[in-house]
T-cell receptor
């Protein structure tokens, strides 16, 4: 069964550094998402992406965050200047489209900002 | 915005015991409901979903959930758990139309003792 893949599985970075989290969604999927889960808290929506543009973003997704689909397969999340509170598990998800299709999640990237 | 409540964050039970996890959501419109499971070290996986029709939904691994519209609930059940059901379980809801962002509950950490 095809899967959403994320790399790296764990990233450690210093405060103020830029990080790029990478995702390869399932190949025939059209909608792409980033969620995050701070330890002990709920999984939170960050952003959705469709047709090469952001379709929706949450209040968490400020100017420090950006997403890109640089080619036909990758979907990246960039944090320009990381803060301690950005430490979390970041999940990429994708779906085929339409309201009745469920999200498929990747394994997540654990980001630790020191 | 829709929100999801899950109670009894930590649940410990013995093999063969029955499991029921509560999920309540707040949104007055038509919703799609999901339960996701996250086994230790693995990604979020879809356990079952409800879009319409029979409010009793059967998912994988013997799980089922019942949608009770009047109670805004979507409780997850399994009559007889196994050690391999040790995982974190997340209830999630999205509007049936419009934005498709998932709102997650805080999760239930379930530990099954052999």
């Amino acid at each position: 069964e095809p899967e959403v893949t994320q790399t790296p599985s764990h990233q450690v970075t210093q405060m103020g550094q830029e990080v790029i989290l990478r995702c390869v969604p399932i190949s025939n999927h059209l909608y792409f998402y980033w969620y995050r889960q701070i330890l002990g808290q709920k999984v939170e929506f960050l952003v959705s992406f469709y047709n090469n543009e952001i379709s929706e973003k949450s209040e968490i997704f400020d100017d420090q965050f950006s997403v890109e689909r640089p080619d036909g397969s990758n979907f990246t999340l960039k944090i320009r200047s990381t803060k301690l509170e950005d430490s979390a598990m970041y999940f990429c998800a994708s779906k085929t489209g339409g309201d009745n299709s469920p999200l498929h999640f990747g394994n997540g990237t654990r980001l630790t900002v020191t | 915005a829709q929100s999801v409540s899950q109670h009894n964050h930590h649940v410990i039970l013995s093999e063969a015991a029955s499991l029921e996890l509560g999920c309540n959501y707040s949104y007055g419109g038509t919703v799609n409901l999901f339960w996701y499971v996250q086994y230790p070290g693995q990604h979020l996986q879809l356990l079952l979903k409800y879009f319409s029709g029979d409010p009793l939904v059967k998912g994988i691994k013997g799980f089922e959930a019942e949608f009770i519209k009047s109670k805004f609930s979507f409780n997850l059940r399994k009559p007889s758990v196994q050690w391999s059901d040790t995982a974190e379980y997340f209830c999630a809801v999205t509007r049936a139309w419009g934005n498709n962002r998932l709102a997650f509950g805080k999760g239930n950490q379930v530990v099954v003792i052999p």
